[in-house]
């Protein structure tokens, strides 16, 4: 399937049916994550849980996510749900178009449209100590939760950097995530800002079509190899027929990209990235002129490895150049750099990434002194176990704080956090417990663990400024370890970490006087 081709409708739009005045269990998101959680619930025998998603289909970012070239840069055998495996994936690092149809497939057949609200986005939760509920105001209208589940997604909200002049900008200006299809680049003097994930990959998808394409690079990206083929007829019979070979696939993949973790987390062992990396680039760019400018002068990892066999000879390309001096600022048809040059431009692209370690759920979830995530995390993100937060009971986020991965699939994450919620779900329903929030000191005890493990990785040692460091210079947003060690951590739900209330009686009804007077 071409990579700009959208996937052909399955019907899964949820039943259209009003949103109920109550659930038990809210989830917010159906990407990867919220299904993930949907799905565990189900079959633990939950039918009182809702998935609001604000989108017009489920996928999260494989929906929003369609610009040329989209696809995923860990192997789709492990880059995706562990219950649910495919043995149709085409090749080994599948498009967005597959991926997106797979996360649809996986709604369907899991059953779990009846519980999905399309349309409905989360404006703002109130935690109510009194009743033990969640208020919910949605698009939709109003409902209550026992529990709020936030699968709202690390990468789900489009960076877009302030630039004096953008405003005045009378071309055409998108986001790699929200990709313009109508508008079409023939011919077009075009400007990409940023050299990141998505934009190595859009680049050379869009090159030839360009008159002229102006890459504007901050920093340069460490680029490696993408060892990316179909996948043959024969293994996709073998997979569907024994599923135990794809399982082992799985596990190899697993296990071999657990060891890349070891030059991210020593730094000094990042050499050894280093050199494989620059023989790459030295295959792919013989200028050295323009070499120099594609080398970065940071460790590999700091930022993330990008994984492409197009994106560097494309820089190459006649009608590319890269230019690396800053933007000053945009004029009504043109870019300006700090050294004076004026480009003349029809469309920006940009690949500028997301709010990672600023997310807008933040903003929107209220603890019951109204104060919100985002005041709570204004020092910096952190949650207890990466997954509940001190201060906000009952509320569970799916890649929250120190989760994101820099070298496998963040899917094993959200899977262990779905088990370790389910272990909280399981032990309030044994013991009657009406509340459970994380004790503030086991979740600094936590926080301190993990940030200790940061000391010596390439993302606090390696030089650079990255996404993954929030606006006090913490690394908030990755996990410093391997992930089986995460999945360890959260394998079970330890009572005494958490300040647990019993359900509340509920209260009398109002007497006919109290209601009168
Ligand atoms: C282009 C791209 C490629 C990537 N490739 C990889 C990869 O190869 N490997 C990897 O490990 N990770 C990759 N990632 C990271 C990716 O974000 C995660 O792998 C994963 O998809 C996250 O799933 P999620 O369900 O947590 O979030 P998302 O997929 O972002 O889903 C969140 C959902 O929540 C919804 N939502 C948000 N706020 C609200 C609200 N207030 N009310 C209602 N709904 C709301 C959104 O509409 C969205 O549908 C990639 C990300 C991008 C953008």
Redesign the pocket.
């Known amino acids: 399937m071409p990579a700009t081709e959208q996937p052909e409708q399955i019907d899964v739009l949820a039943s259209g049916a009003a949103l109920p005045s109550h659930a038990d269990i809210v989830i917010?998101?159906?990407?990867?994550?919220?299904l993930a959680m949907a799905v565990a619930l189900k079959r633990s025998g939950r039918e009182d849980f809702l998935i609001?998603?604000?989108?017009s289909d489920v996928g999260?970012?494989?929906?929003d996510?369609s610009y040329p070239g989209?696809a995923?840069?860990?192997p789709s055998h492990l880059?995706s749900l562990s219950f649910a495996p495919n043995s149709d994936w085409t090749s080994t690092f599948s498009s967005q178009p597959e991926i997106w149809q797979y996360l649809r497939r996986v709604a369907k057949q899991q059953d779990l449209l009846s519980h999905v609200h399309l349309g409905?986005?989360?404006e703002r939760a109130d935690y109510d100590g009194d009743t033990q509920r969640w208020r919910l105001e949605t698009s939709s209208g109003p409902l209550s939760a026992r529990v709020l589940i936030a699968?709202?997604?690390?990468?789900?909200e489009p960076a877009i950097p302030e630039i004096p002049g953008l405003e005045h900008f009378e071309g055409k200006i998108f986001h790699s995530?929200t990709w313009d299809h109508e508008h079409d680049l023939s011919g077009e003097r075009v400007a990409v800002i940023g050299t990141g994930?998505?934009a190595i990959q859009f680049v050379p998808q869009i090159q030839p079509q360009v008159q002229k394409l102006h890459l504007f690079q901050r920093t340069a990206p460490w680029v490696m190899p993408r060892p990316d083929r179909k996948l043959t007829r024969f293994e996709r019979l073998l997979y569907r027929h024994v599923p135990a070979a794809q399982r082992a696939m799985r596990a190899i993949i697993y296990w071999g990209r657990e060891t890349y973790a070891i030059p991210l987390l020593r730094v000094r062992l990042s050499p050894i990235t280093e050199k494989a990396a620059r023989v790459h680039l030295r295959r792919q760019v013989p200028d050295a002129v323009l070499r120099a400018k594609l080398t970065p002068d940071y460790k590999p990892g700091c930022k993330r490895i990008l994984l492409s066999n197009d994106f560097l000879p494309t820089v190459g390309r006649p009608n590319v150049e890269l230019v690396t001096d800053g933007i000053k600022w945009v004029g009504t048809h043109a870019i300006t750099t700090a050294d004076g040059t004026e480009r003349p431009v029809d469309t920006i692209i940009f690949g500028t990434g997301f709010h990672v370690t600023d997310p807008p759920?933040a903003e929107?979830v209220h603890d019951a002194d109204g104060r919100s995530l985002a005041e709570r995390w204004n020092v910096s993100l952190e949650a207890h176990r990466g997954t509940t937060v001190a201060g906000f009971p009952n509320l569970f986020v799916?890649?929250g704080p120190n989760t994101g991965?820099g070298h496998t699939?963040?899917?094993v994450m959200?899977e262990a956090q779905v088990t370790y919620v389910q272990r909280a779900l399981e032990y309030m329903d044994a013991h009657g417990i009406g509340t459970i929030e994380p004790r503030r000191e086991a979740q600094s005890a936590w926080n301190a663990r993990v940030q200790r493990r940061m000391k010596g990785t390439v993302w606090t040692a390696g030089g650079c400024a990255s996404w993954y460091i929030d606006h006090n210079g913490r690394s908030s947003a990755l996990w410093p370890d391997f992930t089986f060690r995460f999945r360890r951590a959260l394998s079970r739900f330890d009572a005494a970490e958490y300040r647990l209330a019993p359900v509340a009686a509920p209260k009398p009804e109002p007497t006919p006087t109290e209601v009168a007077a």
Do not use: K, M
């Open positions: 917010v998101g159906s990407g990867f994550s919220g609001l998603e604000r989108g999260g970012t494989w929906r996510n989209c995923c840069d860990v880059y409905c986005e989360l699968g709202a997604g690390p990468l789900s995530a994930a998505s759920i929107r799916l890649l991965l699939s963040v899917v959200a």
